[in-house]
């Protein structure tokens, strides 16, 4: 289909996906197979072995680079596989900026994993863009940001960033997790490369680890390209139609999440107990105009402090809820809470993690699809 000339609903059902051409199959099938059967050496039909292609995972590229607003999707077993996989673009002493809230595990793999192979990170609030440039340098190839930030909803400008970065030659890599494509395309701001953890709103019911990277320039795409093959972090066919098949009903989903985090978020602040309520749509949001402009709803992703700012009274909220499950992950039907220091965020030094803002005490919500006055309830009595 000629993607480019529907709306946003019509192609998070229809992006990518051609009936099956062997039978008629509406649904893209699991191609569920290792490799594919030649006439003679060379002579296939586009599929060899299933590391390389699959018909399944090609359906959902597609689908990917068409709700990003790009050109090429790759896809991953996991938001990690797909991170790792940008980072094998650099080589020593390659330099990196980065803003100083994202998701302890991408923490991790940058100063566990890559710093060890000579790569040097800097991690940077980045509320003003502006401030950006002062930590760029002639070895800087990339700014990663993550926005809105997990788990402080930060909101950073995707567009003077990416100013900022092709000013010095360097890529702007846009981690959209917490947004969706639905409600904010990168692509579109300026940004290079757009990474997913579709663990979470793509695949949206929790039952599926996955992670893409969606990007305009081709030359990035056969790098990447050439990775996903070599390195082989690839994703099974299963799971790419758990994601194919999340991604077609993303817009009612994300509607209903931006809907119901609006109204979770209002009674926290106005509850007596409750000290700070962080979530991008309040007015009051030291971002809020940027994210106005760059995205098209405010999300059901949730932080907050207790008055009494202690651990032990956190716990207790954590204990006590019963619809919102205390777990790891986001972006599911279903409402979760979690504690960023000890589950999410646990691997970032308890030192870094208070100077960057992100005290012991905070609690995080994904606020889910219920009915909205349930999950308040819930919070209520919670809370107490
Ligand atoms: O879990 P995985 O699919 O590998 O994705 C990693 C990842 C990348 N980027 C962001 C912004 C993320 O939030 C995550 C994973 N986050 C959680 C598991 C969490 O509960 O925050």
Redesign the pocket.
């Known amino acids: 289909m000629a993607d480019q000339q529907y709306k946003r609903g019509t192609l998070l059902i229809h992006a990518g996906v051609e009936p099956d051409p062997s039978t008629g199959a509406i649904m893209t099938p699991i191609y569920q197979t290792s490799t594919y059967v030649q006439a003679a050496p060379g002579d296939h039909k586009g599929y060899e072995y299933a590391r390389t292609q699959n018909p399944t995972r090609t359906a959902l590229q597609k689908a990917l680079a068409a709700i990003e607003h790009g050109k090429h999707g790759l896809c991953f077993g ?3 596989a797909a ?1 790792d996989a940008i980072m094998r673009l650099l080589s020593p002493g390659d330099e990196v900026v980065v803003s100083n809230d994202l ?1 302890g ?2 923490y991790r793999i940058f100063t566990k994993v890559y710093a060890n192979y000579g790569i040097k990170f800097h991690f940077i609030p980045m509320n003003e863009a502006a401030g950006v440039e002062a930590y760029v340098n002639a070895n800087t190839k990339m700014i990663w940001v ?1 926005t809105p930030t ?1 788990p402080l909803l930060n909101v950073i400008d995707i567009e003077a960033v990416s100013a900022i970065a092709r000013k010095h030659g360097a890529k702007t890599v846009v ?1 959209n ?2 947004a969706s494509p639905y409600l904010q395309n990168p692509l579109d701001w300026g940004a290079d490369i757009v990474i997913h ?1 579709a ?2 709103y793509l695949g949206g019911h929790s039952d599926v ?3 893409c990277i969606i990007v305009n320039d081709d030359e990035t795409e056969e790098k990447l390209r050439f990775i996903q093959n070599s390195c082989g972090a690839v994703p099974g066919p299963h799971d790419c139609w758990l994601v194919l098949r999340g991604i077609k009903t993303l817009h009612v989903r994300m509607d209903r999440h931006c809907e119901n985090g609006e109204k979770v978020a209002r009674f926290l602040k106005e509850h007596p107990k409750v000290a700070k309520v962080l979530w991008v749509g309040f007015e009051d949001h030291p971002n809020h105009a940027i994210a106005k402009k760059q995205m098209r709803g405010f999300g059901g992703m949730i932080s907050f402090v207790l008055k009494e700012d202690s651990m032990d009274a956190a716990v207790k909220v954590l204990k006590s809820t019963k619809l919102f499950a205390l777990a ?3 972006g599911g039907v279903e409402s979760l809470i ?1 504690h960023p220091a000890s589950m ?1 965020h646990g691997s970032i030094p308890r030192e870094e993690r208070i100077k960057n803002g992100l005290p012991d005490s905070l609690i995080r919500l994904s606020v889910g699809i219920e009915d909205a006055d349930d999950l308040i309830e819930d919070l209520k009595q919670a809370i107490g």
């Open positions: 996991s938001g990690m991170t998701y595990g991408t993550e997990n981690d997790t917490f953890s663990t979470k680890v996955h992670g790891e992950s986001l979690g999410t």
